[in-house]
């Protein structure tokens, strides 16, 4: 679907696209409030299996060489090779292995980091919840059950996170609800490169 244009202190959207786009914005930055508030109140439960389509990732973010009309700071989510890239300059960047949407989850578009969070606690938003009822409402930070992982950082504009995990077996392949999903010490790298407002640009 087409982007919304933001005002005031967000970015002005490009074209975002996907099929089933059921999430919120909203809904994922409340699940995150939501959870922090009713942490101490609520305890962690099994969290369901993801299946494995691919080798486990190994955390190994590598300097590569990079094509493209990018400016430096720029995060690049490359979806069908599974792969995040941090633009150091015009030919060079870093690059990570990420876990990407599944079928119809999938989306391209250019936002920004709009939050960084460490060990956010989760409250599954309401299409997780249609398909996986048993989740608990909330699953406080630092859970070995917690999906989020050690941190999460939100686009603005849409539903979506750049976050770690708790099934590092699915890094590599097409697993999420179209977060991008990394390794927790890959997504501790990178939290400390970025900050909130780093261009964040989407492609199939």
């Known amino acids: ?118 060990n956010p606690a989760w409250a599954p938003p309401l299409e997780v919840k249609r398909d996986k009822p048993n989740i608990p409402d909330v699953i406080p930070g630092g859970s070995p059950r917690n999906p989020m992982g050690v941190a999460a950082m939100t686009l603005a504009g849409g539903e979506y996170a750049i976050h770690g995990t708790n099934v590092p077996g699915s890094v590599g392949g097409f697993v999420s609800y179209g977060c991008i999903r990394m390794l927790n010490d890959d997504i501790t790298d990178l939290y400390q490169r970025v900050s909130v407002g780093t261009s964040v640009t989407v492609t199939h």
Do not use: C
């Open 1 to 118: 679907m087409r982007g919304r244009r933001q005002t005031g202190n967000e970015l002005d959207l490009q074209e975002i696209e996907g099929p089933g786009r059921a999430l919120r914005k909203a809904e994922l930055i409340m699940s995150i409030r939501i959870a922090m508030a009713k942490i101490t109140l609520v305890a962690a439960a099994t969290f369901g299996a993801v299946v494995l389509t691919s080798p486990a990732a190994q955390a190994r973010p590598e300097m590569v060489d990079i094509r493209g009309d990018y400016t430096p700071g720029t995060i690049v989510v490359k979806t069908n090779e599974r792969r995040l890239y941090l633009i150091l300059d015009s030919g060079h960047a870093m690059r990570y292995p990420v876990g990407v949407g599944k079928s119809g989850k999938q989306w391209a578009g250019t936002t920004r980091i709009d939050g960084k969070y460490r």
